[in-house]
Structures are given as structure tokens and as C-alpha cells.
């Protein structure tokens, strides 16, 4: 086969890969991870079984691929609200642009929520889960330690990887009730609470309903 036309096929398998991820993503929000069979998300992409079998394993696999995609998101949103501090880092500011363009996707945290249930019956699946969530947190934990200025608040909780710990925690407590208010505006006001809080000594929320 001639470099062109590996060209060819590689850019043809990365079309397919990402209308397969797209129309999963779709079908799952709709009917619910546990709901569906590969035979739906073959069918809402337009593929055959062969064409989602040559990209992944399972469902499993290709949540996982999904899951990827939104942590890369998100600790990319983390790192481009905080890359316009100086060394005098304004935490309420850079607090006020992470709860900004933080993902907040009710398709999502359905999903997600739907695989987490799969997961906690399913101790492999739950391994790989926390493999995940562990990489999210380095990654936001990461860009927590790069951010200049950023470590005299991240200080009162011991350093950037608790600091990641807390941030993650507090956005699952806040995408929880999300999913049952559905008020997105009330959850960035709540994340931004409790960054504030967690990140400075609590008079950034003051102002705060």
C-alpha cells in the first residue's frame, strides 16, 4: 500500500472513530448506557458491526474513549482559565474563569452517571474507571502547580495533587444536583462557592447568594 493511500485510510479511520464516539454519545444521552447494544450505535452512525469492532472492543472501550475526550476537555478549561495569572495570583478571578467555561453538559453527566452505576458492578470496569479519574486529577493537578502564583493557594490544602482532589470532589457534588435541578446557572454560582472556599480563606464568598 503506497504512503498516500495509508494516508487515505488512516484519515478515513479517524472519521469513522469520531462519528462512532459522536453517535454513541448521542444514543447513549437518549436511552442510557446499560440500554444499548453496539447494534444501535452501529445503526445511528451508519457502520457495520465490522466497522465498530475494528475501532473497539466493546462499549466499555468506547466510554472510555468518551471519557478521554471531556477529561482532556475539562483540564484544558482549567489550565486556559488560569494561564493569565501573573505571580500575584487573584484567585477569585481565576476562580470566576474555571466556573465559567467549565463543562457543565447535562448529556454528559447523564452518561457518565449511567456508566458509573455499570461500573460499580463490574470491579474491572471500576479499576479502569479510577485509572481515569486519577489521570483527570493529575492533569488538573498539574496545571494547578504550572499556574504562576497559584501554590500560595493551593496551600492550605497541602499542595496541587489535594488541591485537584478537592476540585474534583467538589465539581462531582455539584454536577449531582445538576442532574436533578437542571439549573446550570445555579451550579457554576455553587462551583464557584466552593472553589472559592476551598481555594482562599472563604471571604471571596461574601458576595455570594
Known amino acids: 500500500m503506497s504512503e498516500a493511500s495509508t494516508g487515505r485510510v488512516t484519515r478515513r479511520r479517524v472519521h469513522t472513530r469520531a462519528n462512532l464516539l459522536d453517535a454513541a454519545f448521542a444514543v447513549f444521552a437518549a436511552k442510557g448506557f446499560g440500554r444499548v447494544s453496539i447494534e444501535e450505535v452501529c445503526e445511528a452512525a451508519g457502520y457495520s458491526r465490522g ?6 472492543a466493546s462499549l466499555d472501550e468506547l466510554f472510555f474513549a468518551l471519557y478521554r475526550q471531556r477529561a482532556d476537555l475539562i483540564a484544558d478549561q482549567v489550565a486556559g482559565a488560569l494561564a493569565r495569572e501573573g505571580p500575584d495570583l487573584d484567585v477569585a478571578a481565576a476562580v470566576d474563569r474555571v466556573t465559567e467555561v467549565l463543562l457543565l453538559d447535562l ?3 447523564l452518561v457518565k452517571t449511567d456508566f458509573l452505576v455499570h461500573a460499580a458492578r463490574v470491579p474491572d470496569v471500576a479499576g479502569t474507571l479510577l ?3 486519577a489521570r483527570l486529577r493529575r492533569a488538573i493537578a498539574d496545571r494547578l502547580a504550572r499556574a504562576p502564583g497559584l501554590a500560595s493557594a493551593t496551600a492550605p490544602l497541602g499542595d496541587p495533587d ?12 455539584v454536577t449531582t444536583r445538576l442532574l436533578l435541578d437542571k439549573d446550570v446557572d445555579g451550579a457554576r454560582i455553587w462551583l464557584k462557592q466552593l472553589l472559592t472556599a476551598l481555594l482562599t480563606d472563604g471571604s471571596g464568598t461574601r458576595d455570594l447568594p
Not at 51 to 56: I, M, R
Not at 163 to 173: K, L, M
Open 107 to 109: 448529556d454528559w453527566l
Open 162 to 173: 489535594s488541591a485537584a482532589h478537592a476540585v474534583v470532589a467538589a465539581y462531582d457534588g
Open 131 to 133: 485509572a481515569h479519574r
Open 51 to 56: 466497522a465498530f469492532y475494528s475501532n473497539f
